[in-house]
T-cell receptor, first 114, second 110 residues
């Protein structure tokens, strides 16, 4: 296993278009997270899955954002009707265990909305 | 997790100098994690602190968790150019999600 992988690495889209990103977590990890990071800021929590169940979603998250993890393995994050303010790095992370909750991050998908 | 504030925002040092970044919260933290993000890279886990007053070392890096569990620090002794990057603290909360500080960007002049 090579860690958390995300696809694509870069996406440029026109305002108003829909985009979808994929995340493949570390295979034995049951927890999966999506974060968003803009320049000069730390990652900001978007949503959390335990297995296939989406257990938490940030109140800051617009209803244009939706995420799925259909079989408890890979996850997708879709943004509908993209806006320029959606431009950011979208990071996926996975973790497991009770005591040490280290999060393993993927390389991220950099979204640019033009 | 609870909000955490990091200072300084930037730190430039000469190679060989020491570096410290601080992480503060107005409320008691259940745990604190530290991550390093190289320029153009993704956050990489460094350490987790859970106990009041805990001190952990990793080679030249020393991590501390305050007695009141409201602050933490990361100290690097004798910085090297490989230490360049942004260091984030993050508080752990419900569902193990992390609330990150804004980070401290460290640059090292060789």
């Amino acid at each position: 296993d090579t860690g958390v992988s995300q696809d694509p690495r870069h996406k440029i889209t026109k305002r108003g278009q829909n985009v979808t990103f994929r995340c493949d977590p570390i295979s034995e990890h049951n927890r999966l997270y999506w974060y968003r990071q803009t320049l000069g800021q730390g990652p900001e929590f978007l949503t959390y899955f335990q297995n296939e169940a989406q257990l938490e979603k940030s109140r800051l998250l617009s209803d244009r954002f939706s995420a799925e993890r259909p079989k408890g393995s890979f996850s997708t994050l879709e943004i509908q009707r993209t806006e320029q303010g959606d431009s950011a790095m979208y990071l996926c992370a996975s973790s497991s265990g009770q005591l040490n909750t280290e999060a393993f991050f993927g390389q991220g998908t950099r979204l640019t909305v033009v | 997790g609870q909000q955490v504030m990091q200072i300084p925002q930037y730190q430039h040092v000469q190679e060989g100098e020491d570096f410290t970044t601080y992480c503060n919260s107005s409320t008691t933290l259940s745990n604190i994690q530290w991550y390093k993000q190289r320029p153009g890279g993704h956050p990489v886990f460094l350490i987790q602190l859970v106990k009041s007053g805990e001190v952990k070392k990793q080679k030249r890096l020393t991590f501390q968790f305050g007695e009141a569990k409201k602050n933490s620090s990361l100290h690097i002794t004798a910085t090297q150019t490989t230490d360049v990057g942004t260091y984030f603290c993050a508080s752990g909360g419900s569902n193990y999600k992390l609330t990150f500080g804004k980070g401290t960007l460290l640059t090292v002049n060789p």
